[in-house]
């Protein structure tokens, strides 16, 4: 049974960073796609970054140069290195696993519970 489990959320000001970690269970990261998603008050959830096979990945527009996904494989986690933060960065961060073409379709098969992330301006 697949099993994610999200941390490092918290409330930092505009211009900090947070580290999210997703220590996942169930499954190898290198062979698998991984996503962090964001859902914000009254909007839809968005997928904000993710990585495929452990290699390629995928960055939304609007947190390219700010925001960096990594894996430690021995450690089985998924990070997610937040830097230069933005109020609109605000929302529940979640960590999903999906298949091979989840990059694609979107269609993530696990989630995590996920993790407040609030910016203050």
């Known amino acids: 049974q697949v099993q994610l489990a999200e941390s490092g959320g918290g409330l930092v000001q505009a211009g900090g960073s947070l580290r999210l970690s997703c220590a996942v269970s169930?499954?190898?990261?290198?062979?698998?796609?991984m996503g962090w998603f964001r859902q914000a008050p009254e909007k839809e959830r968005e997928l904000v970054v993710g990585?495929?096979?452990?290699?390629?990945?995928y960055l939304r527009d609007s947190v390219k140069g700010r925001f960096t996904i990594s894996l430690d494989n021995a450690k089985n986690t998924v990070y997610l290195q937040m830097n230069n933060l933005k109020p609109e960065d605000t929302a529940v961060y979640y960590c999903?696993?999906?298949?091979?073409?989840?990059?694609?379709?979107?269609?993530?098969?696990?989630w995590g519970q996920g993790t407040q992330v609030t910016v203050s301006s």
């Open positions: 999903a696993a999906g298949g091979a073409w989840a990059l694609v379709t979107l269609k993530f098969d696990t």
């Open positions: 169930g499954l190898t990261l290198s062979s698998s796609t």
């Open positions: 990585i495929k096979g452990g290699s390629g990945t």
